[in-house]
């Protein structure tokens, strides 16, 4: 039986961190972070967040294929910035390699731009840091760094969320990047990962266009009413963060197809059903929070969407059934 933890990914003690880090900050929390604007007179706030792509990055030196990994970057980072209702204006990279290889260098960079393009932001920066005898050769790493804005009275907090609301589900193209500690431990022991290293190299889903469209589609009808990037921890782990005191999302798996891939490693690796659903998205990358009459409208303005759930009251809390 394999789980994220024998991988070595402690996600509980990773939490422990987290709540260290917010009561060091009071900034700090939510998906991405938001600064009021104090030269706009309050009107405006900033909205940062910064990512990396995790252990994906093997797969890309096992291929020698690094022209979508960079999107994956600029997702990670941009998809957390939009959930609050900001707009992504700009991204900065950080790459950190041994020795610096001019051809594989530019095919970064091709997926980083392609990302941005995606995003809606410009790449204003970076930093490349050549570092001779710290990595393998073949190997880097990368971060990203995201900004963005938003306007102060059209924030996205989940604040106005109540029993009756419908929980719309984006559709994820895989794995994202996240849980690829538990799914390299997994194929690894078959000699499967190359076998599968094509299908999991597909980039994270960027949501920025989709959830402009969505937002411009409901506007004066309540709007989008919480938003949530679905990464490590799954929809119960992030969907919660969004919910005011005395609300339950209820989500229902048989809404949608649990991508097949996402199946066939579950059953490589023997993995149980509660791990996979808190390790990743099970092909839900998004999730939006609309008034019920306005669901009809969301699905008809996105692709490849569904209603997955519904609010009800109770204890604030995620129930996947």
């Known amino acids: ?14 939490d422990k961190f987290t709540k260290f880090l917010e009561q060091k900050s009071k900034a700090i929390g939510g998906f991405a972070g938001i600064l009021p604007i104090k030269e706009s007179g309050n009107k405006n706030s900033i909205v940062a967040s910064t990512d990396g792509v995790g252990t994906k990055l093997k797969l890309a030196f096992m291929l020698n294929k690094h022209d979508t990994i960079g999107i994956d970057l600029v997702a990670m980072c941009v998809n957390d910035i939009i959930v609050c209702g900001a707009r992504p204006l700009l991204f900065l990279d950080y790459y950190a390699v041994g020795k610096l290889n001019l051809a594989r260098s530019k095919q970064i960079m091709k997926g980083i731009l392609e990302g941005c393009k995606r995003a809606e932001s410009v790449l204003l920066g970076g930093e490349t840091a050549e570092m001779p005898g710290f990595y393998k050769d073949g190997e880097y790493d990368l971060a990203g760094f995201s900004v963005g804005i938003v306007e102060n009275a059209k924030i ?12 719309i589900g984006l559709k ?8 690829f500690s538990l799914i390299r431990k997994v194929l690894e022991k078959g000699n499967m990962l190359k076998k599968y290293a094509v299908k999991l190299l597909i980039p994270t889903k960027i949501y920025v266009k989709d959830i402009k469209k969505l937002r411009a589609a409901l506007k004066n009808k309540d709007g989008v009413l919480g938003l949530a990037h679905i990464t490590g921890g799954g929809i119960e782990g992030n969907l919660i963060r969004i919910l005011p005191k005395n609300i339950q999302a209820v989500v229902y798996k048989k809404k949608w197809k649990v991508p097949s891939i996402m199946k066939e490693i579950q059953k490589i690796g023997n993995v149980p059903d509660k791990e996979m659903w808190k390790t990743f998205n099970m092909g839900i990358g998004m999730i939006a929070v609309v008034r019920k009459e306005n669901a009809k409208l969301a699905l008809k303005t996105l692709k490849n969407a569904v209603v997955i759930g519904e609010i009800k009251r109770g204890k604030k809390s995620v129930v996947v059934k």
């Open 1 to 14: 039986m394999s789980t994220y933890k024998k991988s070595g990914v402690n996600i509980k003690l990773a």
């Open 156 to 167: 996205i907090n989940g604040l106005n969320i109540k029993p009756g609301d419908v929980l």
């Open 172 to 179: 994820s193209t895989g794995f994202h990047s996240n849980g």
